[in-house]
Every structure is written in C-alpha cells, then in structure tokens.
C-alpha cells in the first residue's frame, strides 16, 4: 500500500498567519492528491482535489502545490474557522490512503 | 440536495458481526462508486473500502481485509458494510462517502455512525 507521511502531526499559529502542511507519498501518485478539512464531532470536508484544485466553495486562501511524491496545503491568512485538523489522501491506487493529519491549533 | 446517512452502528461484543448501512438522496447513486472511511476515537482518517458503481471490482484496507464486506444496492440507493468477526480495534465512527470520479475525491459525506466493539 502507498503509505502518506504528512507533517507536521500539529502546529500552533495565529490568525492572519501563513500556513503550509506537507504530505509525502511513498511511491509517485501523480497528482492523485487531495485534502480534507475537519473540524471536532464533523465529517471531513472537501478542500483541494487533483492536488491543486480548489473544491466549489472552498474560501480561495486554500490552494495545494505538488505532484509525483511531495505536495503542499497553503492557508494564506489564517482565520478563526480555519482551526481544525488537515488530512492528505491518495486516490492512486485502488486501496486508498490517508495521511496521518495535522492539526492547526490557535497560538 | 446530496445526502448520505449512515445507520446501524451500536455496541456489539468482539467476535460478532453488524451491519452498516448508507441511505444516499439527492443524486444518481447507480453511477458513483462509494467508499467507507473510520475514525477511531480521538485518531485519523482511515480508509476501510470501497465499491464502484457496479458493484464489481471491491477493495479493502489491510486490517479489514477478510472480516468486512462493502456491497451496494443500487434499486435502493443503499450503500452497505457488512462487518463480522468484529476487534476491540474496530472501535470508530464510521463514515459513507461518495467518490465523485472527476475528482478523484470524496466530494460529500455522511455524519458518520458509531460502531463499538466491547465486552
């Protein structure tokens, strides 16, 4: 199975800051790289598909870079609502992973 | 609008089975293919399976592989998992999401049913 390292596992950042979660795959996914957002007792949200991709209705301070094995989430001006934690998932292969998350805690 | 809502989830002992299943609305469930994903308390995300839209081609995680079997009826627009020989370990919320293929994501969830496994 493709294993997805994301680091890092929690960080600490106020709001207006800038904040970039990276997430490793163990082999090239191409760009079969998405993230989640979820927030305590919610089911995960849609963020960015295709690793660059933003989802309908997704604030536009959200985007992701990468392809092959190394990719990026970027919140660009943190706000309030955006503590939660981040998840990566890899829709390459046929058994699907996810990596470990990062949670994004106010400083 | 687009809906998914898990049932069937309750305490069951270690060694039983249970059946989850996954009520979709809002959309033309016959042509996604649907995934389970769980959460144990307090951990990650955990993908457990998933079922294309014809309800052929299945796989499975590595720690369900063998004891969970995910099948769909489309008449119904039912999504379900079947889990048997249950662990202490299966202890989680688990969720139903469909699997919009243009995207290669999982575009829209359930709120998530919560399975526990102890004596």
């Known amino acids: 199975d493709i294993q997805m390292t994301q680091s890092p596992s929690s960080l600490s950042a106020s709001v207006g800051d800038r904040v970039t979660i990276t997430c490793r795959a163990s082999?090239?996914?191409?760009?079969?790289l998405n993230w989640y957002q979820q927030k305590p007792g919610e089911a995960p949200n849609l963020l960015i598909y295709g690793a660059s991709s933003l989802q309908s209705g997704v604030p536009s301070r959200f985007s992701g870079s990468g392809s092959g094995t190394d990719f990026t989430l970027t919140i660009n001006t943190l706000q309030p609502e955006d503590f939660a934690t981040y998840y990566c998932?890899?829709?390459?292969?046929?058994?699907?992973?996810f990596g470990g998350g990062t949670k994004v805690e106010i400083k | 609008q687009v809906q998914l809502v898990e049932s069937g989830g309750g305490v069951v002992q270690p060694g039983r089975s249970l059946r989850l299943s996954c009520a979709a609305s809002g959309f033309t469930f016959s042509i996604y293919a649907m995934h389970w994903v769980r959460q144990a308390p307090g951990k990650g995300l955990e993908w457990v399976a998933v079922?294309?839209?014809?309800?052929?081609?299945?796989y499975y995680g590595d720690s369900v592989k063998g004891r969970f079997t995910i099948s769909r009826d489309n008449s119904k627009s039912t999504l379900f998992l079947q889990m048997n020989s249950l662990r202490t370990e299966d202890t989680a919320v688990y969720y139903c999401?469909?699997?919009?293929?243009?995207?290669?994501?999982?575009?829209?969830w359930g709120q998530g049913t919560l399975v526990t496994v102890s004596s």
């Open positions: 999401a469909r699997y919009w293929g243009s995207s290669s994501a999982n575009d829209y």
């Open positions: 998932q890899q829709t390459y292969s046929d058994v699907v992973t």
């Open positions: 079922v294309p839209n014809d309800g052929t081609n299945k």
């Open positions: 082999q090239s996914i191409r760009m079969y």
